[in-house]
Nanobody, 125 residues
Framework: QAQLVESGGGSVEAGGSLRLSCVTT????????MGWFRQAPGKEREGVAV???????NYADSVKGRFTISKDPAQKTLYLQMNSLEPEDTARYYC???????????????????RGQGTQVTVSS
């Protein structure tokens, strides 16, 4: 089992930046993968980024070059740095983690068995 708690969401103007944090109750190396996904009202969940235990990364095409996933094992924390935010990035963002061997692609993040309650990100034009 694991608990994940996100923070760092908020409201920003287009072009702005936010950094999301996700604190876990387990050591990060104990997960096979961790990641972020988002869900906007009326839309399907969208995988944003994942990071595997060995450090391999994968991003959704919609955020490549703008978002960066990273982790601080000492703090048991996963991060998502979001730059050049666009109104289309408005959504509730969820941290997720898995003990299973999913393919290392961002699209898998919504399928991870552990997830937090989410944090809202709103980008105005």
């Amino acid at each position: 089992q694991a608990q994940l708690v996100e923070s760092g969401g908020g409201s920003v103007e287009a072009g702005g930046s936010l950094r999301l944090s996700c604190v876990t109750t387990r050591y990060l190396y104990s997960f096979s993968q961790m990641g972020w996904f988002r869900q906007a009202p009326g839309k399907e969940r969208e995988g944003v980024a994942v990071i595997a235990g060995g450090g391999r990364l994968n991003y959704a095409d919609s955020v490549k070059g703008r978002f960066t996933i990273s982790k601080d094992p000492a703090q048991k924390t996963l991060y998502l740095q979001m730059n050049s935010l666009e109104p289309e990035d408005t959504a509730r963002y969820y941290c997720a983690a898995s003990d299973r061997n999913f393919n290392i692609v961002a699209e898998q993040a919504p399928s991870f068995e552990y997830r937090g309650q989410g944090t809202q990100v709103t980008v105005s034009s």
